[in-house]
């Protein structure tokens, strides 16, 4: 803001570097604006977590109150601490899940864009058909699929369809296609390096910085997935957290749904997915200091 | 080091498999599960394991509502379905038409004289099968704020016509109070309104379906309201909101017409309120009657894919008519059973806590739940209810217009089940 009144426009100086911009007003306000209408829930989602039973609907919307200890007690003691369960669930579901489909997408990726084989448009075009499939009508014809090999109500029934990440790979093209040059490739396997040896030491850290984004990508979508679980699932010890948080909604006409465990939950459940991304982003400004080839 | 994060990454993997692969064992013991959402349930169904160790059940529970009756299909078409699932009476002629529930009336022969006719009605769709055994209903009640109902001197309404004067006569005495609202967000509380004026919505005469939604009854209950709301004698809102909460909370809202299960509601809605309300049976349309319809309820079924069908359906008749499981029932999972002889003393001598001034609660509804109207559900439910918000949900908001809303909502609710491929009149 400060930069309006230091903007004082003299001849001089209109086309020098490193001058303050004026602030177009009109643009910041309505990104304000949208910035506000983000931030309002989660302000509500916070403050919400913090009212008991009785103050949630009866106080004032933003006014805090003094039940936040208490709520978490009440959440940690429902059905023995079933949350924490679903939590752990939650965890292992998008983190093997994520790293799993983070391997194969490099392993794709790397492959289509390095290697010429026949076929290896059609293969990029059908992976990219699949990027505009949502993934939510692929739910159920996935379980019928997992009902033949018997495995649904099992933790693999979420796992394994999350595994191919259409998304993933073509992320994954698009880095190695720009961050690992032919050049070192062809360098590499002069001197005597395998194709495998090459991937994994040579591509791999160079293609780093995408893998990370894929990698969180896939984190983030399968935290808050909801449908396949819910499709896959009957077993409520394997749930994830979306599902377990929505038994608690759910409960049958004659039980209230349970609000303030609810929204003490969902603010518990995004915790963890904020010291995630404040621990890998260093990955993401780590990008490839070091050109192997100069242009 | 990238060999021992590969080694890491198929270690979890397989982890992760054995612990997928549960099995069934082979010892003789029959083993059941059961998808339920009642809360408590499980420690209902550990009764009943501790008394039966060659029959155990395990409880999966679930989220209640129309995605489970999805989820139910889906799971049955591909073969994986528990044995047993708790279904709400409007589900049940969806899962029967996708022969998801099975026929069940050699093994249940002598539990029809437990319950109601008009809720043994529900479980059989009018034919002579039986595809569940009925839990929990919820009878439709007048519930009230005594105190402010004393304050302003009214009378608790008996019948309809009473009930609109008791809202002019509030209005009068005091303008920023309602008696209550015409919310269009809940079908099933006007369906239950409209079973008490005897409305059948659908139902079933050789080999075809009948859809009457917008028959005399059905008419006659939206007339009603319509009157009240245009007249700005109630409110227009919907419930289950924040300000509803508020309205009721701060007495704003005065009476509210739920089923059985309301205390349990109003306790988070209106916290402060507790021990000010009563209950009483609903206003009739003639003096002296005693109806009411129903909001809520559900049943135990028996899904086709069972491999233990007698097993499974006596483990169904011990939990809805055994006066053990009902009582645990009831005490676990604050129900309301709906087998007739469970419905006074024992856990239900006593007044739920937020009803604690109303000593002879249970016995009201006893009586009222003698008088629920049989309640006639149809393969679409979820289609007329979602027809109901849109169409009543615009009316309610002009405050005119009740009668093409009826309309609207009985063609969509026919073209719908016309389009499936149901034979179908109206």
């Known amino acids: 803001m400060s930069a309006t009144t230091s903007a004082a426009p003299t001849p001089r100086a209109t086309n020098a570097p490193g001058r303050p911009r004026r602030v177009a007003l009109l643009p910041t306000a309505a990104l304000l604006l949208g910035a506000l209408y983000c931030l309002l829930p989660v302000a509500w989602v916070v403050v919400a977590a913090t009212k008991s039973g009785d103050e949630l609907f009866s106080t004032f919307t933003f006014a805090p109150g003094g039940g936040l200890l208490e709520n978490v007690s009440d959440l940690h003691g429902y059905r023995d601490g079933i949350y924490w369960k679903w939590m752990a669930n939650s965890a292992l579901y998008a983190g093997v899940g994520a790293l799993l489909s983070c391997a194969v997408s490099a392993l794709a990726g790397y492959a289509l864009a390095i290697y010429r084989f026949p076929g290896r448009e059609s293969v990029f075009n059908v992976l990219l058909a699949g990027v505009l499939m949502p993934p939510v009508i692929l739910a159920v014809p996935q379980y019928l699929l997992l009902a033949e090999a018997d495995l649904t109500d099992s933790r693999l029934a979420v796992l394994l369809p999350v595994l191919l990440s259409p998304y993933g790979i073509y992320l994954a093209r698009i880095y190695a296609a720009a961050s690992v040059p032919a050049d070192v490739v062809e360098a590499a396997r002069m001197d005597g390096s395998g194709e495998w040896r090459i991937f994994r030491s040579i591509a791999v850290p160079m293609m780093r910085p995408g893998l990370v984004t894929i990698f969180l990508f896939q984190f983030v979508a399968i935290w808050n997935n909801f449908l396949l679980p819910y499709i896959m699932l009957s077993d409520d010890e394997k749930f994830p957290l979306t599902l377990g948080l929505f038994t608690l909604l759910n409960q049958g006409s004659n039980t209230p749904a349970l609000y303030t465990l609810v929204i003490t939950g969902a603010l518990l459940a995004v915790l963890p997915l904020i010291a995630l991304f404040l621990v890998i982003q260093r990955f993401w400004s780590l990008d490839l200091l070091s050109g192997a080839v100069k242009s | ?426």
């Open chain 2, 1 to 426: 080091m990238r060999h021992r994060a590969f080694a890491i990454g198929a270690a979890t993997l397989l982890a992760v498999t054995t612990l997928g692969g549960c099995g069934s064992s082979d010892d003789g013991t029959v083993r059941l599960t059961y998808w339920a959402w009642a809360p408590g349930m499980e420690e209902v169904v550990a009764l009943w394991n501790e008394a039966n160790p060659d029959i155990q059940v395990t409880v999966k529970k679930q989220a209640s509502g129309d995605e489970l009756v999805t989820k139910t299909v889906t799971a049955a078409q591909a073969g994986t379905a528990p044995d047993l699932v708790q279904a709400e009476y409007q589900a049940l002629p969806t899962l029967a038409s996708n022969n998801v529930t099975a026929d069940i009336r050699a093994e249940v022969a002598d539990v029809e004289e437990r319950f109601t006719p008009a809720v043994w009605q529900q479980v059989t769709l009018g034919t002579d099968a039986v595809y569940a055994l009925p839990q929990d209903s919820g009878p439709l009640l007048f519930f009230y704020r005594a105190d402010l109902f004393e304050e302003f001197g009214l009378d608790v309404p008996t019948t309809w016509d009473e009930f609109a004067d008791t809202a002019r006569e509030l209005n009068e005495v005091a303008p920023d109070r309602d008696l209550t609202t015409f919310s269009a967000n809940d079908a099933g509380l006007f369906a239950g309104l409209a079973q008490q004026a005897g409305a059948q919505w659908w139902t079933t005469e050789t080999d075809r379906w009948r859809v009457a939604i917008d028959d005399e009854a059905g008419r006659r209950v939206s007339a009603f309201w319509e009157e009240l709301v245009a007249e700005e004698l109630v409110d227009n809102q919907p419930m289950y909101t924040p300000a509803w909460n508020q309205a009721l909370n701060e007495g704003r809202q005065i009476a509210w017409i739920a089923g059985v299960w309301a205390p349990g509601t109003l306790a988070t809605a209106a916290p402060d309120t507790e021990g000010r309300w009563a209950a009483a049976p609903l206003p009739q349309w003639e003096a002296g009657e005693n109806a009411t319809g129903s909001w809520g309820g559900s049943s135990t079924a028996v899904t086709t894919d069972t491999d233990h069908l007698p097993e499974a359906a006596e483990f169904a008749t011990w939990l809805n008519t055994d006066p053990e499981a009902l009582t645990a029932l009831v005490q676990q999972g604050g129900i309301y059973p709906a087998a007739t002889d469970a419905r006074t003393g024992g856990a239900l001598a006593e007044p739920p806590p937020f009803f604690a001034n109303q000593p002879d609660f249970y016995e009201t509804v006893a009586e009222v739940a003698e008088g629920a109207a049989p309640a006639a559900w149809g393969p679409n439910v979820t289609v007329a209810y979602s027809a109901f918000n849109n169409a009543f949900g615009s009316a309610a908001g002009r405050r005119a217009g009740f009668e093409e809303a009826l309309a609207v909502m009985q063609r969509t609710t026919f073209d719908d089940m016309d389009r499936l491929g149901f034979e179908v009149v109206q």
